[in-house]
């Protein structure tokens, strides 16, 4: 029996997409039409990003703990959250939960350091951006990460607030998001990681001036393979 998922969401597009990868990629270990049992605690995003705004990890770990233990009650065995944003509290969590977390800056990191890429640029809301959750992941693989500048982080972040969180996907912010990417390549990136789960949506392998790093899509299939051993 496949081990029960259980994802936090808390941006719609993002948590749909991180499900949807899940149920689609599950035929090739389950077989046609099968997937593992999946249950989503949705808890509203203005909640999450009151805590973000104010660097309030405590706070923010508390209500994704409450969450998880709610998917125990619901019999998931591990706990996924597509929001790279809310890993920033990863390490509060246990103070509040005994439901195991995968972390999503782990599957990145795998996909990475098998890719045999050095140095990666970062992409997210300001808060994943400046608050160093890859750059400190990188660390231990010898990897560097690279941030945008000042400007063009302010135009990811209203980017991904303004339009993509809402499933606007709008032409005029896939170029500017491109013209960023070109930006870290020619700082010498050779990859870049779409650290929010909803610039899957507007950025991929097909428009990206280097090749991106699906952060949404990655933790979905780190949760498949550990769902189906």
């Known amino acids: 029996m496949a081990k029960h998922i259980g994802i936090v969401a808390s941006s719609s597009e993002g948590a749909s997409l991180c499900y949807r990868t899940i149920c689609l990629e599950a035929s090739a270990y389950m077989g046609e039409h099968n997937h593992p049992e999946i249950t989503m605690s949705s808890v509203p995003l203005a909640e999450h990003l009151t805590y973000i705004k104010s660097a309030d990890w405590i706070g923010l770990a508390k209500s994704m703990a409450y969450a998880a233990n709610k998917l125990a009650d619901a ?3 591990f706990v996924i959250c597509p929001d790279n944003t809310n890993h920033l509290a990863f390490h509060q969590l246990s103070q509040f939960t005994d439901m195991p977390f995968m972390h999503i800056a782990e599957a990145v990191m795998l996909e990475a350091t098998q890719k045999k890429y050095q140095k990666i640029g970062i992409l997210g809301t300001k808060f994943l951006m400046e608050g160093m959750l890859y750059q400190n992941y990188m660390e231990p693989y010898d990897l560097t990460g690279i941030i945008p500048e ?3 982080r302010k135009t990811v972040n209203r980017i991904i607030f303004e ?8 032409a005029p912010s896939q170029l500017q998001l491109i ?3 070109n930006k870290l390549k020619d700082q010498h990136c050779d990859a870049v990681i779409l650290g929010c789960t909803e610039l899957p949506l507007i950025i991929d392998s097909q428009n990206a001036p280097i090749p991106p790093l699906d952060s949404t899509r990655l933790l979905a299939r780190a949760a498949l393979k550990k769902a189906v051993g």
């Open 75 to 77: 019999g998931a065995d």
């Open 179 to 181: 013209e960023i990417i």
């Open 163 to 170: 339009e993509l969180v809402k499933g606007k996907v709008l």
């Open 150 to 152: 000042e400007d063009d």
